[in-house]
């Protein structure tokens, strides 16, 4: 099993997060520090501004929620073939300790992959290695387009919207 921290090797979907995060993941100051495809883990931080704090100054239990969200569905996508995405069916999150402003660390890994459901667990730590949260979520595979279908679609000309070739017409 090999660290792509290690082997400079990210999978597709880490680089796509690279290269352009979701808004949501860059407001919660999401960055990917390390994962391992053949072992389904995960490993985020999360640079966590005041901005996310309620007013007693702990990190609003909602902020805490949209993270493990990120730490769950990154681990997800280790597992995703080109032209899926895996939609959240039901996600749990408990909230053990006040989770304060600084870096925190989260950990995903992937429970079991099915053909049609995939099954997560993870964990959001503080820098002094408290459990601040643990959460699991079940979600669904979806294939968008198969890589087949779109290399016809470019090859036919046709763009998204249209189908077999016809012109888009105005309402």
Not at 12 to 21: C, E, S, Y
Not at 95 to 116: D, F, Q
Request: hydrophobic share 45%; aromatic share 4%.
């Amino acid at each position: 099993m090999a660290s792509a921290r290690e082997t400079g090797e990210w999978p597709p979907n880490i680089k796509a997060i690279f290269k352009r995060p979701a808004p949501a993941s860059a407001y919660l100051g999401l960055e990917v520090v390390d994962c391992d495809v053949e072992a389904g883990t995960v490993e985020l931080a999360f640079n966590a501004s005041d901005q996310l704090c309620n007013l007693w100054g702990g990190i609003h239990g909602g902020m805490v929620a949209a993270m493990m969200d990120d730490i769950l569905a990154i681990a997800v996508g280790l597992t995703l073939e080109w032209g899926q995405i895996s939609p959240t069916l039901e996600m749990k999150v408990s909230m053990l300790s006040v989770a304060k402003p600084g870096r925190l660390t989260g950990r995903g890994r992937v429970l079991r992959r099915g053909k049609s459901v995939v099954f997560v667990e993870g964990e959001l730590l503080d820098a002094e290695g408290t459990l601040l949260a643990k959460g699991s979520s079940t979600c669904t595979l979806v294939t968008l387009k198969k890589k087949d279908d779109r290399a016809a679609d470019k090859k036919a000309g046709n763009k998204a919207g249209k189908k077999d070739g016809a012109a888009e017409t105005a309402a």
